[in-house]
């Protein structure tokens, strides 16, 4: 089916009646200051994206949502400097899971996943980080569109995604169920309750930016 702007409001209209009940869900396990790490390192149904060498010493595991403010200066202004002082250096790797606190998260993020391509985790997982900075970079502009679905499948486009793709990607039943799925686990098992919330080889980091660097230096 081609790319539509009533295509898209139908299909959003089709998500937000699949998510009835489970949008702005309360979150109230309490928050351990450790987590197993072998439990949280599991993978959820649709696999990991990962920035970073899998030999890496230091592991950050972050939940988070593209609508948060909070998570959108961490991506673009701390972001950056961790990636050429420690990702890139094989000191570290950023796990990111989605944790979505919204109907708008949800469709973020089940592009987010269609980026990927087939499979849906092993495919471009750069493609996957390219559309999702552009999304933390982008927020105001997207989050605050008259359609935002469609604001949304612009910057998928943009990302390289086929826009004939979009319609039938936002109706994928197993996207929704995995995105829901990565959300629920963290707060069921982990004590995920806001966002961002980071994971530093088992270890909630809490407070500033400057604190987690601060932590992933410890270390090393």
Same mark, same amino acid.
């Given at each position: ?9 139908? $299909?959003? #209209? =089709?998500? !937000? ?12 396990? %309490? ?22 060498? &899998?030999? $890496? ?11 948060? &403010? ?10 950056? =400097? ?6 890139? *250096? @094989? ?8 944790? &979505? ?6 469709? $973020? /993020? ?7 391509? !087939?499979?849906?985790?092993? @495919?471009?997982?750069?493609? /996957?980080?390219? /559309? ?15 359609? &935002? ?7 998928? $486009?943009? #990302? +390289? /995604?086929? *826009? %004939? ?19 629920? *686990? ?18 909630? =980091?809490? +407070? ?13």
């Amino acid at each position: 089916m081609p790319l539509t702007r009533r295509g898209l409001g139908v $299909a959003g #209209a =089709a998500l !937000a009646a699949g998510l009835a009940g489970t949008a702005g869900a309360a979150f109230g396990q %309490a928050a351990a200051e450790t987590v197993d790490v072998t439990q949280l390192m599991q993978p959820g149904p649709l696999g990991d994206c990962v920035l970073g060498a &899998p030999d $890496a010493p230091v592991t950050v595991v972050e939940y988070a949502s593209v609508t948060c &403010p909070h998570c959108a200066r961490f991506h673009t202004a701390t972001l950056p =400097a961790l990636k050429n002082k420690y990702i890139d *250096r @094989g000191h570290m790797r950023l796990v990111f899971r989605e944790f &979505p606190l919204n109907q708008l998260d949800v469709a $973020a /993020y089940i592009f987010a996943r269609c980026t990927l391509g !087939a499979g849906r985790a092993l @495919g471009n997982q750069e493609r /996957y980080f390219v /559309y999702l900075d552009a999304l933390f970079r982008r927020q105001r502009e997207w989050a605050t569109a008259s359609n &935002p679905i469609v604001a949304l499948a612009d910057i998928a $486009a943009e #990302a +390289g /995604y086929a *826009r %004939a793709d979009l319609e039938q990607c936002l109706r994928d039943q197993a996207i929704l169920d995995a995105v829901l799925h990565s959300r629920d *686990r963290a707060a069921s098992e982990f004590g995920v309750n806001s966002t961002p919330t980071f994971f530093v080889n088992g270890r909630r =980091a809490t +407070g500033s930016d400057a604190d987690l660097a601060a932590l992933i230096g410890t270390l090393l």
